[in-house]
Nanobody
Framework: QVRLVESGGGSVQAGGSLRLSCAASGYTASGNCMGWFRQAPGKEREGVAFIDSNDATGYAGFVKGRFTISRDNAENTLYLEMNSLKPEDTAIYYC???????????????????WGQGTQVTVSS
């Protein structure tokens, strides 16, 4: 059974940082595309950052230069380092995985086979 479990969310002030983690079980993080989506209240879910089987990465324009996605294959864990956080980054952040996509393909898709339960990130001004 595949499980993706996010952690690391919380409340920070604007300009602060958070590091999200996504621990995968029953699934090999390396060799697959994994990434982060987010959904703010009243808004559609959007892709944030992805890393694929070749360790290529892709980022949505609104997080470029501020967020960094990485993966620890030994720990089977995905990370999202978020710096210079803004109030508009407030959302539930979801980890997702699918073997089909490259990082760049994933940016434009929501069809992912596996999802975590989400972790709340709140940024206050």
């Amino acid at each position: 059974q595949v499980r993706l479990v996010e952690s690391g969310g919380g409340s920070v002030q604007a300009g602060g940082s958070l590091r999200l983690s996504c621990a995968a079980s029953g699934y090999t993080a390396s060799g697959n595309c994994m990434g982060w989506f987010r959904q703010a209240p009243g808004k559609e879910r959007e892709g944030v950052a992805f890393i694929d089987s070749n360790d290529a990465t892709g980022y949505a324009g609104f997080v470029k230069g501020r967020f960094t996605i990485s993966r620890d294959n030994a720990e089977n864990t995905l990370y999202l380092e978020m710096n210079s956080l803004k109030p508009e980054d407030t959302a539930i952040y979801y980890c997702a995985a699918d073997e089909r996509w490259t990082a760049m393909q994933a940016l434009g898709r929501e069809s992912f086979g596996y999802w975590g339960q989400g972790t709340q990130v709140t940024v206050s001004s």
